[in-house]
């Protein structure tokens, strides 16, 4: 029988678009989300999950829906030259479009409706929530098992800023910045050092040149408001 699956919250997000997020969660330690639950769950749906240090969250990739699936996908971790069978990627092209990610739970605030704050995300901003578990490490955590063609952490990113560049920022934002850049957002098999790349993250949009292992901002601005 068909089932029918109904988001229980939204995600607000650094991310305003797809371009510079995170390829898997915990990457960016920075990045901030706020996961806030429908008006129907009250403070008793979260009691007990706030002496958890980590959450599952499943997701839905909604703005990827239009853009269907595929059997097999180009993995960034293979350079965007070899194909893999879909089940064998995380990619947001599939069947049902479902995300899954482990999230660290910073706190929990109860009000006329429930947020929970994590780091790390890797989720966009408006993304339709439908589920949250909490990590229990004994039974998930499998640190020495084979993990196909990804072989570990990705390298990131040398970061420098251009003179002045990003001067009234906080030390959080410069971080959210620094470390969502430092994990490379350009597409795997694109390598053009005179091109500069614009990114929108939290209220800002950001300018920003790659050559060779080093990343360099050159403008940061207000979004909406333009950059030179």
């Not at 797809?18 to 129907?40: D, S, T």
């Not at 699936?69 to 479009?97: C, D, E, Y």
């Not at 430092?182 to 990114?199: G, N, S």
Request: hydrophobic fraction near 40%.
């Amino acid at each position: 029988m068909p089932h029918t699956i109904r988001p229980i919250a939204t995600a607000h997000s650094p991310y305003k678009q797809k371009f510079g997020i995170a390829r898997q969660p915990g990457l960016v330690p920075a990045a901030e989300v706020c996961i806030e639950l429908n008006r129907e769950f009250t403070a008793d749906s979260v009691r007990g999950l706030a002496d958890f240090d980590y959450v599952w969250i499943s997701f839905i990739f909604h703005d990827a829906i239009e853009e269907g699936w595929a059997q097999m996908v180009r993995p960034p971790r293979l350079g965007g030259r070899r194909k893999m069978g879909i089940f064998a990627t995380r990619s947001p092209h599939r069947p049902n479009h479902l995300g899954l990610s482990l999230l660290k739970l910073e706190r929990i605030e109860s009000g006329k409706t429930v947020k929970l704050y994590c780091s790390g995300a890797d989720l966009l901003d408006g993304t339709p929530v439908i589920d949250i578990k909490p990590y229990i490490p004994f039974v998930e955590a499998k640190p020495d098992v084979r993990a196909g063609f990804v072989s570990g952490k990705p390298d990131e990113l040398h970061i420098i800023w251009a003179d002045n560049t990003g001067a009234g920022l906080s030390a959080g934002e410069r971080d959210l910045i620094g470390q969502s850049i430092a994990q490379d957002p350009r597409p795997a098999y694109q390598d053009i050092p005179e091109r500069v790349y614009v990114m929108n993250v939290s209220d800002y949009e950001v300018k920003f040149q790659i050559q060779d292992n080093t990343a360099k901002i050159i403008a940061v601005g207000r979004a909406g408001q333009g950059l030179p």
